[in-house]
């Protein structure tokens, strides 16, 4: 670890150093009860609002009053053609090629849309392997599929837990898994970075394993996008989806980003989902033409993208572009590393940190047990304008997100959650 040291002045220095720190102003903060900024550490749920979307968001507004249905093809960014103007720069964050990447639908969904073309269930080798503490949602989606194809999730699911009183996955633990049962299995589906414990596991490592057993290899990247950098093309694996609002910034719920390796950009024996968008778009307007899929993860498309909703995407990734996924990974493990050492630093028995002790196994999330506490402690941060997330029992998960939060931020985190603690 760095030598850190303890006072504020230092914090004071490492912001004065950090080449991000202009970029903390290119956001609202959300204010606390008392009209003063908070310290936003919530940034894995829920990213902040640019100070650019609702200008980008008005643009589209204007067009539409202006032009009507020729908004399409006359407007300033043309609708038709508009969720191209994301696929580079999205493309650019994870780590895949223009051809690989789309921004379409919502994650679930998308997960959805993904197994019904890479989870195709045979008498023999019908299995999904999930994390044991799977997104509840990514669990739904895949119980739903099993019996979609007339399975039993109760038999179908293997779980890859944790060892006995661990709280972190082992990848010799998901190597034996594979060795014993890898041939009754047909997909793979993680998370690429847990939602709990924030581990970031090594996804090329998955996909070799998965692979060479017969599997396809699944990942849900919704706590990866923006966050650590997946090298999704490089790591082999056939298809990921993740959301834009958390680390992406794009705001509540709006579309998710999907990858489809480019091994299967021309495959058109895969089973699929499909609409007019995955057309070829010489034939799209052309209505009666039978359908001619698009190479590459755009012929997943099916609707027409919302406009509005990939405005504020477009803000978003303005910003990633200007600032680069390098120096937003160096800065996050920095800071995820300070807060790291200002948190071990209270010397408080109670504490403890089940995120991965080392800085290549996680993103920018520490997941912080305090014993002996419940939902209160939770409670007195916010009153204290410290915005953190709570997961029972007792787990305070604190994002410092290199786009906006600063050195100071985290030193004064550590300061309020150390008094919090002391009056307990
Ligand atoms: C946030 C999150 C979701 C949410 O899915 P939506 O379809 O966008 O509501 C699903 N899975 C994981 C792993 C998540 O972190």
């Not at 990247?221 to 082999?236: F, Q, R």
């Not at 034939?283 to 406009?307: D, Y």
Request: contains cysteine.
């Amino acid at each position: 670890m760095t030598n850190f040291k303890t006072n504020i002045e230092f914090a004071y220095s490492l912001d004065n150093l950090d080449e991000l720190r202009s970029f903390k102003k290119e956001f609202f903060t959300p204010k606390g009860k008392d009209g003063k900024s908070c310290i936003y550490l919530n940034g894995n749920s829920l990213g902040l609002q640019p100070r650019k979307t609702r200008e980008i968001i008005d643009q589209e507004l204007q067009d539409w009053a202006r032009l009507g249905v020729r908004g399409h093809f006359e407007s300033s960014t043309p609708w038709t053609d508009y969720h191209q103007l994301l696929t580079k720069k999205m493309a650019k964050i994870v780590g895949a090629k223009p051809i690989e990447t789309v921004i379409m639908n919502t994650l679930t969904a998308n997960l959805h849309f993904l197994m019904i073309s890479f989870y195709n269930p045979t008498k023999k080798r019908n299995k999904i392997l999930i994390e044991s503490d799977a997104f509840p949602s990514d669990r739904y989606a895949v119980e739903s599929q099993i019996r979609l194809h007339g399975f039993d999730p109760k038999k179908c699911i293997i779980e890859w837990s944790p060892k006995t009183g661990e709280k972190l996955l082992k990848m010799d633990h998901l190597e034996d898994i594979l060795e014993k049962k890898g041939d009754e299995i047909e997909l793979l589906l993680i998370g690429g970075v847990n939602y709990y414990t924030g581990q970031y596991l090594n996804l090329k490592k998955i996909a070799d394993l998965g692979h060479s057993k017969g599997c396809k290899i699944g990942i849900d990247l919704a706590h990866g996008a923006g966050n650590i950098k997946p090298e999704l093309h490089k790591s082999g694996v056939d298809f990921a989806a993740w959301c834009t609002y958390k680390y992406l910034n794009s705001g509540p719920g709006n579309l998710g980003g999907v990858f489809v390796h480019e091994r299967h950009a021309y495959d058109k024996s895969l089973k699929r989902l499909t609409g007019w968008w995955g057309q070829e778009k010489s034939n799209r307007f052309k209505m009666r033409e039978p359908l001619h899929i698009i190479p590459g993860a755009e012929g997943w498309q099916v609707s027409n993208p919302p406009i509005i909703s990939m405005a504020a995407i477009k803000a978003s990734l303005d910003l990633f572009d200007m600032a680069g996924m390098d120096a937003l990974r160096k800065k996050s493990v920095f800071l995820t590393d300070y807060l790291e050492f200002l948190i071990l630093n209270l010397d408080n028995e109670n504490i403890e940190i089940i995120s991965p002790k080392k800085s290549d196994q996680r993103g920018c999330q520490l997941s912080i047990l305090i014993k002996n506490s419940d939902k209160y402690l939770h409670k007195k941060l916010l009153k204290n304008n410290i915005i953190t997330d709570w997961r029972d029992p007792g787990v305070i998960r604190c994002a410092p997100v290199p786009m906006y939060n600063s050195f100071e931020d985290i030193y004064n985190f550590s300061v309020i959650l150390k008094t919090i603690l002391s009056k307990n």
